[in-house]
Each structure stands twice: as structure tokens, then as C-alpha cells.
């Protein structure tokens, strides 16, 4: 059961993840978008060695090395239900966490969509430089 702050990923919030100006904008984007459509507590994004880009959550923030050890598999999650997707071309990982329920096999493939579209316009932003340059020069 989804909670009443819970809310569909709609056109508009996902129109709006794939138009960021920049990639700290897309990730701040990509952390409400899973913790809403998931009905989460809290998300985070989290590097290997537990760096965290983004976040919900004070409480994520402090807790880089954990939610990276829980994305990767290393370790399990204190009280909290956790779901992770992982960033591929980035080395990150989108971390999901709630108290209620555990995730089901519908949101964590949601939530595997919603890394795959951030990783995606991740990669364009930052191939967004050469594309311009490349263009200034034709």
C-alpha cells in the first residue's frame, strides 16, 4: 500500500529528470523521484566507497559507507527495508529505504527503470561539452 506522500512517477516528474541543466540537479531529481515512487523514507545516491551525491535525508547522508555496502551487496540494512540499483556507467547506486514493508519485484524493476534513465542523461550531460564543441567547430 502506497502512503498518502507516495505519488506516481508521472509524465511531468519524469519529463523533468530528463531535461536537467546539470548532473547535480539530475541527481537531486533522481533521489525524490525513487523515494516518492517508491514510498520511501529516504533514497540516496551513493558512490563505492560510500560518498554520498544525494539525498533525501540527513540520515542517508551519514550513513554513505553502510548504503554503499548495502548496494553492493555487502551488507543489510539496520530496521530499514532496502532496495539498490546500481548507476553502471557512473559506479553509483541509486538506495532506496523504508521502515513498513519490504520492496516488492514491481518496485525494485521500477526502480532498475529509474537508474537506467539517470544513468542515461548522466552520461549525456557530461558528454554535453563535446557535443557543443563539436558543433562550434562545423
Known sequence: MATARARRVDQ????????????GVLQQRTVVLARDGLAGDWAAIVDRHGGVLATTADVAARRGRLLAAIAWGRAEADGDHAVA??????????????????????????????????????????????????????
Not at 12 to 23: D, F, G, H, K, Y
Not at 96 to 110: M, N, P, W
Open 12 to 23: 511531468v516528474r519524469v519529463t523533468q529528470l530528463l531535461l536537467a541543466p546539470s548532473v
Open 85 to 138: 540499483a546500481t548507476l553502471a556507467d557512473q559506479d553509483v547506486a541509486l538506495v532506496v529505504g523504508r521502515r513498513a514493508t519490504a520492496f516488492g519485484t514491481g518496485e525494485r524493476e521500477r526502480l532498475g527503470v529509474l537508474a537506467g534513465m539517470a544513468t542515461v542523461v548522466w552520461g549525456h550531460l557530461e558528454a554535453a561539452p563535446d557535443i557543443d564543441d563539436a558543433w562550434a567547430g562545423a
